[in-house]
C-alpha cells in the first residue's frame, strides 16, 4: 500500500504535469511564431545570399563579416565598412538622447502626477495612457504635421517674425529626436509614477528637517528611491527606440536612417538576407546586453535593501 | 503669503508637466482638427466639412484594410486571450515548481526582443512555409498577432489571479465540484475583469502592429496601419487624418473602457 508521503507526491507530481498541459498552448503558440523563427536567423546569418532574395544552402560567414566591414571589389581588401558604422553610431546615440530627454521631461512630469491628490491623479494619468495606447503609426504621423515645413511650429515661428523662412527640420536627425522623444515619452511616464506614487514622504521631510534645500532632497532623497522606475523607464524607452522602424521611415530620409532601417533594405533592395540576420542579431545581442544590465542594477538594489 | 510649506513641491516641475501634456496633445488635436478641413492641405485650414470621412468611406482600398485589421485582431486577441487566461492559472498561487521561471521569461520573451528583429525571424520563416505549402491566406498574420499579443492579455489576468485567494475554490471542491465545475462557477466570474482587460489589450495591440504586419503580409494584405504607412510616400490629403482620427476613436474607447476595469479593481 502507497504511503501517505507517496499519495502527497503523486499528487504533487499530477499538478505540475497538469500546470505544464494548462500552459502548453500559449508556450507552443509563442515558441512558433515568435521564439523559434529567432533560431532560424541564426542559421540564415551563415549562409550565402541568393540573387533575387533568399538564400544559397552554402555556408558562409560574409554575412557577419559585413555587419562591420567591406570586402573591396577591386582588390579584396578589408576595410571597416563606414557605412553600416555611422548608422550603428546614429541609432545608438539618438536612442540614447531619445532616453535623456524622455528622462528630463517624463521625470517632473510623472512627479507632478503622484503628488496631485488620489482622485485628480487618475485623470492626470489617463492623459498619459492614452497616448501610451493610441497607435504608434498615427502618433508619427501627428508630430510630423507640427515640424513639417509648412507645420505649426513653423507657422507660429514665422507669425511672431522669429524666422522668416521655415526651418527644415523633416528628415534630419533632429526631426527623429524630436520624433522619438514624443512616442515614447508615455514609456517613460509610466514606470517612473509607479515607484513615485509609492514614496513615503515622511522621508522628503526628514530631509527639510536636516536643512536640505528643495535641489538636494530631490537628488539625495526622491531620486534614490524612483532609481528602480528611472533604470525601468529608461530601458522601456531605450530598447524600442534603438529598433525603431517606423519613426526614421516616416520623419527621416535616406540620410538618417537607423537600424531598423538598415536591416530592412537587407530584405527588400538589398536582397542580403544573411547581412540583414546578422545585423538583427547583432540588434538583438545590444539588447540582451542593456537588459542583463537592467537585471543587474536592479538585482544589486534589492540585495541591498533585503 | 504666508503659506504652509509644502514638502511635495519642486521648483518648475509643474510647469514642465504642463508643457508635456500640451506637448502630447497639440499634436493628435492637429491631426484631428484638419480630418474636417474642407481643402486639400493637411497644413491650409480652408473650412469645415465631413467630405475626407465620406471619401475614407468610399474607398475600397481603407474599406477593406479596416476589414482586415479586424478580422485578425478579433482571432489574435480572442485566441491569445483564452491561452493567456490558461498559463495564467498554470503559473499563479502555486509554490514554485520546476520551468515556472522558464514559463514566466517564455511568455514575456515577445516583449524582449525588438520587433523588427521578430518581423525579420517571421518573415524567413513564413516565406519558407509558404513555398512548401502554397498557403499565403491571413493566418500567417493571425498567428503573428497571437503570439506577441499572449504576453499582453496575460499580464492583467496573472495580476488579477494573484489578488484572488484560493479558499473559494478549495470550498468549490470540498463541496465536490469538478475542477471544470469549479472553475467555470467560481474562478471564471472572478476572473471576469482580468480576462475582459486582458483582451481589449491584445485586440489594441494587434490593431496598432505596424512592423511585424508589414513584414509577414503577402501582396494584397495590407492592415489599415500598414496602408497608411504606405500611403506616407505619396502626398498626403486629409483623408489620412480622417482614418486616423477614427482609429484614434476607437482606441480611446477600448482603453477608456480598460482604464476603468483596471482601476476599480484598485479602489475595490
Not at chain 2, 55 to 80: E, F, G, M, P
Not at chain 2, 97 to 116: D, S, W
Request: hydrophobic share 55%; charged share 15%; glycine share 6%.
Amino acid at each position: 500500500m502507497a504511503s501517505a508521503e507517496q499519495v502527497a507526491k503523486d499528487a504533487e507530481r499530477r499538478e505540475i504535469r497538469d500546470r505544464w498541459l494548462l500552459s502548453a498552448p500559449a508556450l507552443i503558440i509563442i515558441f512558433l511564431a515568435a521564439t523559434g523563427p529567432l533560431l532560424i536567423v541564426v542559421v540564415y546569418s551563415f549562409l550565402t545570399p541568393g540573387p533575387y532574395g533568399d538564400v544559397v544552402w552554402k555556408f558562409s560567414t560574409d554575412g557577419w563579416l559585413s555587419v562591420l566591414m567591406q570586402r573591396d571589389i577591386f582588390d579584396d581588401t578589408l576595410a571597416f565598412a563606414d557605412a553600416h558604422l555611422s548608422i550603428f553610431w546614429r541609432s545608438a546615440k539618438l536612442s540614447f538622447m531619445t532616453t535623456i530627454l524622455t528622462l528630463l521631461f517624463g521625470f517632473p512630469t510623472a512627479y507632478f502626477i503622484a503628488t496631485r491628490p488620489a482622485r485628480q491623479r487618475d485623470i492626470w494619468l489617463f492623459l498619459i495612457t492614452i497616448p501610451f495606447w493610441t497607435n504608434l503609426l498615427i502618433r508619427t504621423f501627428a508630430i510630423q504635421e507640427v515640424i513639417r515645413n509648412e507645420g505649426i511650429a513653423n507657422t507660429v515661428l514665422i507669425k511672431l517674425g522669429i524666422i522668416s523662412q521655415p526651418i527644415q527640420m523633416m528628415f534630419t536627425d533632429f526631426a527623429l529626436m524630436v520624433g522619438m522623444t514624443y512616442v515614447y515619452l508615455p514609456l517613460m511616464v509610466l514606470p517612473l509614477y509607479a515607484s513615485m506614487e509609492k514614496i513615503d514622504f515622511r522621508l522628503v521631510e526628514a530631509g527639510y528637517d536636516l536643512y536640505a534645500n528643495r535641489f538636494q532632497v530631490l537628488r539625495r532623497v526622491i531620486i534614490p528611491l524612483v532609481k528602480p522606475g528611472i533604470i525601468a523607464g529608461s530601458i522601456l524607452v531605450f530598447i524600442p527606440a534603438l529598433g525603431a522602424y517606423v519613426t526614421p521611415r516616416v520623419l527621416g530620409g535616406s540620410k538618417n536612417m537607423m537600424l531598423g532601417n538598415l536591416i530592412e533594405l537587407q530584405f527588400g533592395q538589398g536582397r542580403n538576407w544573411p547581412l540583414g540576420s546578422a545585423l538583427s542579431l547583432s540588434l538583438m545581442a545590444i539588447v540582451m546586453v542593456a537588459l542583463l544590465l537592467y537585471v543587474r542594477a536592479v538585482g544589486r538594489r534589492g540585495g541591498a535593501h533585503g | 503669503m504666508a503659506s504652509r510649506f509644502d514638502i511635495r513641491r519642486q521648483t518648475g516641475f509643474t510647469t514642465i508637466a504642463m508643457i508635456c501634456f500640451f506637448a502630447l496633445y497639440l499634436p493628435i488635436v492637429t491631426l484631428v482638427v484638419y480630418a474636417f478641413n474642407s481643402g486639400n492641405s493637411i497644413a491650409v485650414w480652408e473650412g469645415v466639412s465631413l467630405r475626407w470621412f465620406y471619401q475614407a468611406w468610399n474607398n475600397d482600398q481603407v474599406v477593406d484594410a479596416a476589414i482586415r485589421s479586424l478580422q485578425i485582431a478579433l482571432v489574435a486577441a480572442t485566441v491569445a486571450t483564452i491561452v493567456a487566461t490558461m498559463a495564467a492559472l498554470a503559473t499563479t498561487r502555486t509554490k514554485p515548481y520546476p520551468g515556472l521561471g522558464f514559463k514566466y521569461a517564455f511568455i514575456n520573451q515577445p516583449l524582449m526582443v525588438p520587433e523588427i528583429v521578430t518581423a525579420v525571424a517571421l518573415l524567413i520563416f513564413f516565406s519558407r512555409i509558404k513555398i512548401w505549402t502554397g498557403y499565403s491566406g491571413l493566418g500567417y498574420l493571425m498567428a503573428a498577432h497571437t503570439a506577441f499579443c499572449i504576453p499582453f492579455a496575460y499580464l492583467p489576468i496573472r495580476a488579477r489571479l494573484e489578488s484572488m485567494d484560493l479558499s473559494l475554490e478549495t470550498a468549490a471542491a470540498d463541496l465536490y465540484a469538478t475542477p471544470w465545475k469549479a472553475f467555470r462557477r467560481v474562478t471564471f466570474p472572478l476572473l471576469w475583469p482580468g480576462i475582459l482587460a486582458g483582451l481589449m489589450l491584445a485586440f489594441v495591440i494587434s490593431l496598432d502592429d505596424v512592423v511585424i504586419t508589414e513584414f509577414v503580409k503577402s501582396g494584397g494584405q495590407d492592415t489599415l496601419p500598414t496602408y497608411m504607412l504606405g500611403q506616407f510616400r505619396r502626398f498626403i490629403t486629409p483623408e489620412i487624418n480622417a482614418i486616423s482620427t477614427v482609429f484614434l476613436l476607437i482606441s480611446i474607447l477600448i482603453v477608456t473602457v480598460f482604464f476603468f476595469i483596471s482601476r476599480k479593481k484598485d479602489h475595490e
